[in-house]
């Protein structure tokens, strides 16, 4: 059972270099969200798709990118990386948005 | 607008003894109501939910949390701690769209770390 699985695991940019957080999902669940986690704020929503095609914004949308082509994979994208994203990214998937989410393993990024 | 506050970031008590984190919530609607557990360097797993059902939710590893409309509360309670229950524990909300959620993603609290004293 993968269930919802993140690469890469850690990662260190430069400021202003691009990359691309990956997450996939095997549970053919349509709803899949991604949340970042910084120390004393919990989890904060960065964007949340409810199907194929359809991504939205959530509470801090700015710097990251999303599509979501497939049922299966929901990539972050960071345009152009700064210090106040180091964080630790996680992504989540549901079979409707009103049961349990499951969470990946998180990505640690740190921009310097 | 929905919100989830945790009274105390750190909670520390000693094996064997009670463990009482507390969460109270903000909704106009009715919620949907969850307990997750991030232990050290892993991600969030489920621990138990309140889904309008009963109001006393029993979780994995002896947790349980009950549901008190009057009071917004969802308190996380456990009868005897054990040294694995050293953990970051967050209550989350969510609410149907019927009601004006966004599609029922979760809103969480900041999290209350859990350690136990041998």
């Known amino acids: 059972n993968a269930g919802v699985t993140q690469t890469p695991k850690f990662q260190v940019l430069k400021t202003g270099q691009s990359m691309t957080l990956q997450c996939a999902q095997d549970m053919n669940h349509e709803y899949m969200s991604w949340y970042r986690q910084d120390p004393g704020m919990g989890l904060r929503l960065i964007h949340y798709?409810?199907?194929?095609?359809?991504?939205d914004q959530g509470e801090v949308p700015n710097g990251y990118n999303v599509s979501r082509s497939t049922t299966e994979d929901f990539p972050l994208r960071l345009l152009s990386a700064a210090p106040s994203q180091t964080s630790v990214y996680f992504c989540?998937?549901?079979?409707?948005?009103?049961?349990?989410?499951?969470f990946g393993q998180g990505t640690r990024l740190t921009v310097v | 607008a929905q919100s989830v506050t945790q009274l105390g970031s750190h909670v520390s008590v000693s094996e064997g003894a009670l463990v009482l984190l507390r969460c109270n919530y903000s909704s106009s609607v009715p919620p949907y109501l969850f307990w997750y557990v991030q232990y050290p360097n892993q991600g969030l797993q489920l621990l138990l939910k309140?889904?309008?059902?009963?109001?006393l939710v029993k979780g994995i590893n002896g947790f349980e949390a009950e549901f008190k409309k009057s009071e917004t509360s969802f308190h996380l309670t456990k009868p005897s701690a054990h040294m694995s229950d050293a953990a970051e524990y967050f209550c989350?909300?969510?609410?149907?769209?019927?009601?004006?959620?966004?599609?029922?993603?979760?809103?969480f609290g900041k999290g209350t770390k859990l350690s136990v004293k041998p």
């Open positions: 989350a909300v969510s609410v149907s769209r019927w009601y004006g959620g966004s599609q029922g993603n979760l809103i």
């Open positions: 989540a998937s549901s079979l409707s948005g009103y049961v349990e989410a499951f």
């Open positions: 309140y889904t309008s059902a009963a109001t």
């Open positions: 798709s409810v199907g194929a095609g359809i991504t």
